[in-house]
């Protein structure tokens, strides 16, 4: 199984940034990592192993992005708007840098976002903002709102609300959504939404599925027994819906 590691000094970052591509041809899966993880966890996890196959024949080709999320959502002593203005940061790469690299490489038309935990949310945030430029959604025990809290799990902005999260909340963006250009790529979207029964964002998936279908827009959701939200519940998640 071809695999190469790429880095880079990104100029919308300011910083250097790292990757790893797993295959040699197929579709293109950006693969988000969870709130804690390198661009080496999917691998690390063991995901890329229940891939094996489909990435040996050519189907699939993992491209493995690092996480800023430390640097964004998670970075507690920076402002809230300055958080999510880094978030915009990090898609301005994913759209201007990794893509582009990646289609000089492998012409393959098809793109699908995923990922697991956060990275669900980064590749349900960037299919559903940039729909054209994708084909599908895997979104594995996702949370879709970062401003509601959770459990243990906080309002990643304090208490405060701008416009640019508004626009970075599918939740919040996609039931205002009046555009039919933008509604009518949304629904060319193979999307897949897999959860834990008692995942403490099963009620927030609840809420994106009703969402989308209030929107005609077509969609799967997978209920799992128990949390579901581990790296063996994914590595057998990833081989059904990827």
């Known amino acids: 199984m071809n695999r190469e590691y790429h880095h880079w000094y990104s100029p919308r970052l300011e910083r250097d940034m790292e990757l790893l591509v797993f295959g040699h041809a197929g579709a293109k899966v950006l693969v988000f ?3 804690d993880g390198r661009f080496y966890e999917y691998e690390n996890l063991r995901i890329v192993e229940s891939l094996k196959d489909k990435i040996t024949a050519g189907y699939l080709q993992l491209v493995c992005l690092d996480s800023i999320d430390h640097e964004t959502f998670y970075c507690f002593w920076n402002r809230p708007q300055d958080r999510i203005l880094r978030h915009i940061q990090f898609e301005d790469y994913i759209l201007t840098e990794v893509m582009p690299f990646m289609n000089a490489k492998n012409s393959h038309e098809c793109w699908i976002a995923h990922g697991c935990s956060l990275g669900a949310y980064h590749a349900a945030n960037i299919a559903f903002r940039h729909p054209q430029l ?62 834990g029964k008692e995942d403490p964002f099963l009620e927030n998936n609840h809420l994106l599925g009703r969402i989308l279908t209030h929107k005609g827009i077509p969609h799967v959701m997978y209920e799992w027994d128990g949390r579901a939200h581990q790296g063996r519940y994914w590595r057998k998640m990833a081989p059904l819906y990827i």
């Open 33 to 35: 990592p969870t709130r």
């Open 134 to 195: 994708f084909r599908k959604l895997a979104a594995f025990s996702g949370r879709f709102d970062l401003t509601m809290g959770v459990e243990e799990f906080k309002d990643q902005f304090d208490g405060y609300y701008n416009e640019d999260i508004y626009f970075h909340t599918p939740t919040h963006f996609l039931p205002n959504l009046t555009s039919e250009k933008h509604i009518s790529e949304i629904r060319k979207l193979d999307i897949i939404i897999v959860i």
